[in-house]
């Protein structure tokens, strides 16, 4: 059974970096499409970052340049590194992986997801 537990969240003022760890069970971080979403309250769940199986990467516009998404293969660990964060990425961060080589931002192609871990930032 496929196990994702999320850590890192915090709350930090603008400007800050966090840096998100999503440690698997059942699972393992270099074999499929793996990512990060973000719900903010009364908004929709949406794709911040993946990283596919051979390590090519997507951002969200709104992150690029400032998130970083990584694995790493012999702690069986994903990352996301985010920098100069604003409070418009305050949000709960979930990290989603899926049995898929290819990647994208579409919820539906994540089977398995963690519970979350919030992330504030205040002005």
């Known amino acids: 059974q496929v196990q994702l537990v999320e850590s890192g969240g915090g709350s930090v003022q603008a400007g800050g970096s966090l840096r998100l760890s999503c440690a698997p069970s059942?699972?393992?971080?270099?074999?499929?499409?793996m990512g990060w979403f973000r719900q903010a309250p009364g908004k929709e769940r949406e794709g911040v970052a993946s990283?596919?199986?051979?390590?090519?990467?997507k951002y969200a516009d709104s992150v690029k340049g400032r998130f970083t998404i990584s694995r790493d293969s012999a702690k069986n660990t994903l990352y996301l590194q985010m920098s100069s964060l604003q409070p418009e990425d305050t949000a709960m961060y979930y990290c989603?992986?899926?049995?898929?080589?290819?990647?994208?931002?579409?919820?539906?192609?994540?089977?398995?997801w963690g519970q979350g871990t919030q992330v504030t930032i205040s002005a």
């Open positions: 989603a992986a899926s049995r898929s080589y290819s990647c994208g931002f579409g919820a539906a192609n994540f089977a398995f």
């Open positions: 059942g699972y393992t971080v270099s074999s499929w499409c």
């Open positions: 990283i596919a199986s051979l390590t090519s990467t």
